[in-house]
């Protein structure tokens, strides 16, 4: 069974709207969970990751997630879009190393 | 230093050729792996080194054969291709399983 799932493949928002990339996790998953991102012809680059404490997690570039363990969710979020965010975000669930499918950012100016 | 550095950028290849991809990271790292990725796909696991030891191999074909030769080095052999394993090849490392991978950019690999 997949351990993260991401829902939409694809999400569009203008630029300076807000930014919403859904991961939910299953039980079976270690309450580690991170958010990466791969901007076009590069590798991943971690945004941010949740192991314990505060469940509001800060990441990079202004994105925030915050881990909800009765929803068994770790969406990503950022208030205003960038141009430069549109990039794959891929959520990760700790020592799995497997990757849920992927949701493809796109920032309309 | 956090830097992953792989060679070569891009590579071109028969399917009778015999090539190797580069990895290379100075942070300390114990454990190194390499990915392959398809287009618009997740990266998949292929090989996992820890303490320069294999310690997965998730069902590669032979023709990839990975080396640990320290530390520092990971190297990827590739021999008798097929063109389906055109991709994306990306190494990575982290201090352990459940930490943060730190990955490379990669070696966009086209097998003729």
């Known amino acids: 069974a997949q351990s993260v799932t991401q829902l939409g493949s694809h999400v569009s928002v203008s630029e300076g709207a807000l930014v919403l990339l859904r991961c939910n996790y299953s039980?079976?998953?270690?309450?580690?969970l991170f958010w990466y991102v791969q901007y076009p012809n590069q590798g991943l680059q971690l945004l941010l990751k949740y192991t314990t404490g505060a469940t509001l997690v800060k990441g990079i570039n202004g994105f925030e997630a915050e881990f909800k363990k009765s929803e068994t969710s770790f969406h990503l979020t950022k208030p205003s879009a960038h141009m430069s965010d549109a990039a794959e975000y891929f959520c990760a669930p700790g020592g799995k190393l497997i990757f849920g499918q992927g949701t493809e950012l796109s920032v309309k100016p | 230093d956090t830097e992953v550095t792989q060679t070569p950028k891009h590579l071109v290849m028969g399917m009778t050729n015999k090539k190797s991809l580069k990895c290379e990271q100075h942070m300390g790292h114990r454990a190194m792996y390499w990915y392959k990725q398809k287009a618009k796909k997740p990266p998949e696991l292929m090989f996992v080194y820890s303490y320069e030891k294999l310690s997965i191999n998730e069902s590669v074909p032979s023709r990839f054969s990975p080396e640990c030769p320290n530390s520092s080095l990971l190297n990827l052999h590739l021999h008798a291709l097929q063109p389906e394993d055109s991709a994306l090849y990306l190494c990575?490392?982290?201090?352990?399983?459940?930490?943060?991978?730190?990955f490379g950019p990669g070696t966009r690999l086209l097998v003729l």
């Open positions: 039980s079976s998953v270690p309450p580690y």
């Open positions: 990575a490392s982290s201090q352990d399983s459940v930490e943060t991978q730190y």
